[in-house]
Nanobody, 124 residues
């Protein structure tokens, strides 16, 4: 069982930046594809981005492409989400997720392990 803990959420003004982190409790972190998802009030959970085990490959939802960047530090068992040019519509609870199979998917069911989420609020 892998435990994931997100950190870094908070309140930021539109146009600002924020960084989130996700620490995993596993010795084989580098074998996991990691993803970020978010859920806004009253909406379904949606894919934000994913990063391969080595960190060499990433892909993003169109809504965040060019503004958000995923990275990871396998030595620290930690993944990061850097969010720039934030918009009020980015307001959501952000969840990190882990896939041990390495499917590199944008579909939530592909990720069996989830953190509890961290709230990001972007004010206009």
């Amino acid at each position: 069982q892998v435990q994931l803990v997100e950190a870094g959420g908070g309140l930021v003004q539109a146009g600002g930046s924020l960084s989130l982190s996700c620490q995993a409790s596993t010795r084989t972190f580098s074998s996991y594809v990691m993803g970020w998802f978010r859920q806004a009030p009253g909406k379904e959970r949606e894919f934000v981005g994913a990063i391969s085990g080595s960190g060499g490959n990433t892909f993003y939802a169109d809504s965040v492409k060019g503004r958000f960047t995923l990275t990871r530090d396998n030595a620290k068992n930690t993944m990061y989400l850097r969010m720039n040019s934030l918009k009020p519509e980015d307001t959501a609870v952000y969840y990190c997720a882990a896939d041990p199979v390495g499917r590199y998917s944008k579909d939530a069911p592909a990720y069996p392990y989830w953190g509890k989420g961290t709230l990001v609020t972007v004010s206009s």
